[in-house]
């Protein structure tokens, strides 16, 4: 199974390159598009569930997937990130506007983004202002998200505990962007609000019998397939190593009823 979704994960990948004013292929001007197979539309944000592939085999692919979105991003009007670049590949016809996928997109983009801290190759400091704005949006929406809201998967995004963890980790990773850039009293700034929205959520998400997370607030007999808790491990850790443990343990104990 790692061998195939490798194989799909790195084969989907559409890499271009413009040229320059000679018409040769210009290096600085790579660009990389990804199809959705399901609907056609265009370097969907969902692509964030191959970025851990991407980072652990060739990082440089990171950056270069991110640029065809980010020129189109401050066009939209939105305090959120957009979802895609359109729907009929391989036109990117530029992103929409509104939807309904503020927190599922905008957590995404920002886990993205974070990985510019390690590759430093400009793309925080180009689009600071925009990535900012997402996070600010996340800070006032993510642990109670408006009523339209939902996730990527169709979901009702209200009192989604998985959802909520997305943002606040993407919180974090905005501190840690901004503390790469020298925006010291940003960072902070986003570090206070990382863990007060953490402190909220476990407050709202935990079980009664603190053994788990529910799959919606407060709701005893909800669970969920916690796979947020992953972006947390590629070094925000805004999340106490009790919940990862606990929910560890939880899963063992749904193991036998699934085989």
């Not at 979901?155 to 980790?169: D, F, Q, R, S, V």
């Amino acid at each position: 199974l790692v061998s195939l979704g490798a194989r799909q994960t790195m084969g989907s990948l559409d890499i271009t390159a413009g040229v320059n004013v000679d018409g040769d292929p210009d290096a600085s001007d790579v660009k990389i598009f990804m199809k959705d197979i399901g609907s056609g539309r265009v370097n969907p944000v969902e692509r964030f569930a191959a970025f851990p592939t991407y980072l652990y085999l060739n990082a440089s692919i990171c950056g270069a997937l991110l640029r065809p979105p980010e020129a189109q991003d401050n066009l939209t009007g939105q305090a959120y990130a957009a979802k895609d670049l359109g729907t009929s590949y391989p036109v990117a016809r530029g992103a929409g506007g509104a939807h309904n996928e503020g927190i599922e997109q905008s957590g995404n983009m920002l886990i993205m983004y974070a990985h510019a801290r390690i590759s430093d190759d400009g793309l925080l400091a180009r689009h600071y202002g925009l990535i900012k704005r997402w996070a600010d949006y996340l800070v006032n929406n993510t642990l109670t998200p408006p009523a339209d809201q939902q996730s990527a998967d169709g979901e009702p995004a209200m009192n989604l505990t998985n959802l909520a963890l997305k943002g606040i980790i993407a919180v974090k990773a905005m501190a840690e962007i901004s503390r790469a850039l020298k925006h010291d009293s940003d960072a902070q700034a986003y570090d206070n609000h990382a863990t007060d929205l953490m402190t909220r959520w476990l407050s709202l998400a935990v079980s009664a019998d603190d053994t788990h997370v529910l799959g919606q607030y407060n709701d005893q007999v909800s669970r969920s397939l916690l796979y947020n808790l992953y972006a947390d491990r590629l070094g925000t850790n805004i999340v106490p190593e009790s919940v990862v443990n606990n929910q560890t343990q939880f899963y063992s104990t749904l193991a036998p009823s699934v085989r």
